[in-house]
């Protein structure tokens, strides 16, 4: 059986083993996006932006990836607050699915997953790279492989949502029914990061509204 790590992810390994394609109709994308403009800051919420912000601006290009982690990406995460009744944010957790040709596997950055030590069923991946090119893979491919495979464990029955991240640019993702669509690019060193806070604000509500609907269906 072949194995297939979420780094190795390639466009065609999308399409021909995973049977993914890209959908142009970007609908849960808009939606989500018109979602997010319902979202105020308060003064606490713009501060705390904005000092990151000047953090990421000023350090970016001496950080690591973990280091871009820990002093920007996880502070901005911490304050939307994705551990709630439903579901836990992870990180550096495996998620992976088997069929009977491959393993799929390999670790998630983040990963938000019902589940209070260990992620049962994922809601939302996130992969981050520090450079704009990496050697070791596309980001996009890999996000988007670690949807497919939540998806599989979920049995396709809710949107998946992601996002890749490429040192100061970020693209929102949603894989449903084979189908993922892509955003256009953020900079989180622009006045974008203020609208990529809103959005993870959007997704919150959206993965709440979505796990309610979940346990509905269990208990029925």
């Known amino acids: 059986m072949e ?15 995973f049977g993914l394609r890209k ?10 996006f018109e979602k997010s403009k319902e979202y105020t800051l308060d003064d606490f919420e713009n501060r705390f932006i904005e000092k990151y ?12 990836e973990f280091e871009l982690s820990e002093h920007f990406l996880g502070p901005i995460m911490t304050l939307v607050d994705f551990n709630t009744e439903y579901f836990s944010m992870f990180a ?16 998630a950055d983040i990963l938000v997953a019902s589940g ?26 890999q996000v988007i ?24 640019t970020w693209q929102f993702v949603v894989l449903q029914n084979y189908k993922y669509s892509l955003s256009y690019s953020f900079t989180a060193d622009s006045i974008q990061l203020f ?12 993965l709440i509204e979505n796990a309610i609907k979940e346990c509905g269906k269990t208990i029925n």
Do not use: H
């Not at 550096?92 to 393993?103: C, D, H, N, S, W």
């Not at 030590?117 to 996009?140: A, H, V, W």
């Not at 670690?146 to 040192?167: C, D, R, T, V």
């Open 92 to 107: 550096e957790r495996t998620i992976e699915v088997q069929t009977e040709k491959f393993l799929l596997t390999g670790k």
């Open 53 to 64: 912000q000047k953090l990421l601006i000023s350090k970016v290009e001496l950080w690591n």
């Open 195 to 206: 609208e990529i806070y809103k959005i993870l604000k959007a997704l919150k509500d959206i």
């Open 23 to 32: 959908n142009n109709n970007n609908e849960l994308i808009n939606q989500w």
């Open 145 to 168: 492989g670690e949807m497919y495979a939540a998806s599989q464990k979920n049995n396709n029955s809710f949107p998946i949502y992601g996002i890749s991240i490429l040192g100061k």
């Open 3 to 17: 194995t297939i790590n979420y780094s190795k992810v390639t466009l065609e390994i999308l399409k021909y083993k």
């Open 116 to 141: 209070e030590t260990e992620p049962i069923s994922p809601y939302f991946c996130l992969q981050e790279y520090k450079r704009q090119t990496d050697p070791n893979g596309n980001p996009q491919f």
